[in-house]
């Protein structure tokens, strides 16, 4: 099955997700993405029928509204884009800026799917002010209105009915998780940033981070978290403390694009920790003969060439 995604957006686990939901155990009451972005993983666990139920969160309040027209109301924001798409045709870079400057004004989550699908490379940038400042992509017109229809509609098919949207500060959800749901957590990109990035409405603090994981392994929730990587010999961001008892594993990412323009052959792995609690489940799912110690574990890419199952 073809995995529906109505725009190609900078920084989505959309092409990881397979690898991810690998580690997820085989029944889920609910997945909870505190940062959800485009709600790649959730799409493809739903895909998968993985869960029951989905809450998808994301502090960007009108990529959150998006989420929730995609899911609840597919046809009336695929007629909205339909006719957005077809006025750019006359003046497409002029269009583009004029929808920019409406969107910064009022924060229309439809007009975002259209510039999501417009700007440079799938990519959100902001300026110092909070205003989406990213620029169109001259070579295309965005996904043509029949795609875009297709995928919004793919996705509704698997969460309509079962889905939750918020767009809470990720601390505010603590409350309402339980250790019946599995959380995954893909935070903002440490790489270069710390807490302001362009890429992002809102950067997020490590120590605090850090003891919002603490407040789940007491109420013994399981998580997987997508946090720090390396490239080549070169990591990015902080490693998650001992303290939280995680299992760090490696999954290959390919190429960056960086790389690719220089011509090296440098490959990008980001980190996935997994929490005590999910790695419990897991190995109570499997036959004690197939079990393996913790720290045997192989990074992700080296578990493939070994024929190893988890």
Known sequence: MKIP???????????????????????IERLIEP????????????????????????????????????INQPNALADFYKTLWHEQLADSEGHYYTVREKFNQTGSPQLFLYLLSRCVKGAVRYNSEGEFN????????????????KNICGVSALLNGRTAVSWLHYQ???????????????????????ERDSR????????????FLHELNKKEVSYLISYDGRCGSRTYGKELPDSLRLKKMEIEAGRSSQATLLGKKELTCES??????????????????????HWGQLPLFEQKKAHVRL
């Open 35 to 70: 940062f959800a972005g485009t709600g790649a993983v959730s799409v493809a666990c739903a895909a998968a029928g993985r869960a029951e139920r989905y809450w998808l969160n994301d502090c960007n309040k009108p990529l959150a509204e998006l989420l929730q027209l995609i």
């Open 172 to 194: 505010e959800m603590l409350a309402d998780i339980n250790e019946t749901d599995l959380v995954y957590m893909d935070p903002p990109y440490q790489g270069v940033c710390g």
């Open 5 to 27: 995604h109505p725009v190609q957006y900078q920084g989505s686990k959309r092409n990881l997700a397979p690898l991810i939901l690998q580690h997820f155990p085989a029944q």
């Open 134 to 149: 990213q620029s169109p992509d001259k070579r295309r017109n965005g996904a043509k209105p029949e795609t875009m229809r």
């Open 200 to 211: 992002y409405c809102s950067g997020i603090n490590h120590d605090e981070f850090v003891d």
């Open 272 to 293: 996935l920790y997994l929490s005590e609690t999910l790695l419990q489940i897991k190995d109570a799912e499997q036959p004690q003969k197939c079990k393996r110690p």
